[in-house]
């Protein structure tokens, strides 16, 4: 298949685009390669893609309306990955207007592109993020997504209604994605996993939030691009017992979508530090601090849907996983 992913040069979109290459699909990945962390890496991911035969990138930003009216009309493609966004809760605290450009505005860009030229589906990055003040445990896509507690999150929840608007209108098949805290190689650098290594590494003392008691579903980058693909695969349909007396928050009467995608087995974050510690061979101080503003106590995933929908079985353990990612950490930086 012909296939856009948008936010190829970050870090979950270049793992997508990857696979996707190798595996046989034509990509056409797009990127604005802005500066909200070092653009360095976003071309070092973009160097292992372009000698790809069947990968093509176009530098281009989503809130290009026109920009982007006119790729969907001349790359006519057959299903969409929408990874492009404005990341980061604590920096939506800070640049609030750059998440209405990109996640709202550039999102609204994708949809409509997507209907007009008649893509057999999308599928979107959403956030565990959109949970905010919920705490039921683990979080479940039946669950109230009503209260965010940043931007950020709100956008995301956001983007899960304009999608089903555009479901509901245009039978356009959209499934969203509940993404879990994402590490491995070739992860942001402003994501904690990067920011310890880099803190250990050098013998800087740690900022640890909330004492370090955080819980969170870290989940392993190639766990995420099987959840993703499989989903692809499996086109957003109507649920035929759908009912608005009783509304199911994950499921519609539109061709519309809903899941977690997660290890679901989160860990405290002082174990997380423990394992970067362990694989690099350094121990550092630790600092330990409050709660921050815009951030939630846990993340914990519940999975089932994605496991009996897709046969999504994540299967990378935290050790194993931690370890490759220092084994990138250790040749890049």
Request: glycine share 6%; hydrophobic share 35%.
């Amino acid at each position: 298949m012909k296939i856009l992913v948008t936010g190829a040069a970050g870090f979950i979109g270049f793992h997508v685009s990857k696979w996707l290459c190798e595996h046989g699909d034509e990509v056409v990945g797009i990127d604005n390669l802005n500066d909200y962390y070092e653009v360095s890496l976003k071309e070092a991911r973009l160097s292992q893609l372009e000698p790809l035969s069947n990968f093509r990138f176009i530098k281009l930003d989503i809130s290009d309306r026109d920009g982007l009216a006119k790729l969907f009309v001349e790359e006519k493609f057959d299903r969409v990955v929408h990874l492009a966004a404005q990341a980061g809760v604590r920096y939506s605290i800070e640049n609030p207007h750059a998440y209405a450009d990109s996640n709202l505005v550039g999102f609204l860009n994708v949809l409509e592109g997507c209907r007009h030229s008649q893509v057999q589906h999308l599928v979107y990055a959403s956030s565990s993020s959109v949970y905010g003040a919920n705490e039921s445990i683990p979080f479940s896509e039946n669950d109230n997504v009503d209260h965010p507690v940043s931007l950020y999150a709100a956008s995301k929840k956001a983007n899960e209604a304009m999608a089903h608007s555009y479901s509901q209108l245009y039978n356009l098949p959209t499934t969203g994605l509940r993404f879990f805290t994402v590490y491995g190689p070739w992860g942001r650098p402003d994501m904690s996993p990067i920011l310890f290594a880099k803190a250990i590494t050098e013998g800087k003392t740690l900022k640890v939030f909330n004492y370090g008691k955080h819980r969170r579903d870290f989940t392993y980058i190639d766990d995420i691009v099987q959840g993703v693909i499989r989903t692809l695969d499996n086109v957003a349909k109507p649920n035929p017992e759908w009912s608005g007396v009783n509304p199911d928050p994950a499921t519609s009467k539109a061709p519309w979508r809903i899941y977690n995608i997660g290890n679901s087995q989160p860990v405290e974050l002082l174990y997380y530090i423990e394992c970067i510690e362990k694989s690099l061979g350094k121990t550092t101080k630790k600092e330990l601090l409050p709660l921050q503003d815009g951030d939630v106590e846990h993340t914990y995933a519940d999975i089932a849907a994605l496991e009996k929908e897709i046969a999504y079985r994540p299967n990378t353990s935290i050790e194993k996983g931690v370890n490759e990612f220092i084994k990138w950490f250790n040749t890049y930086y």
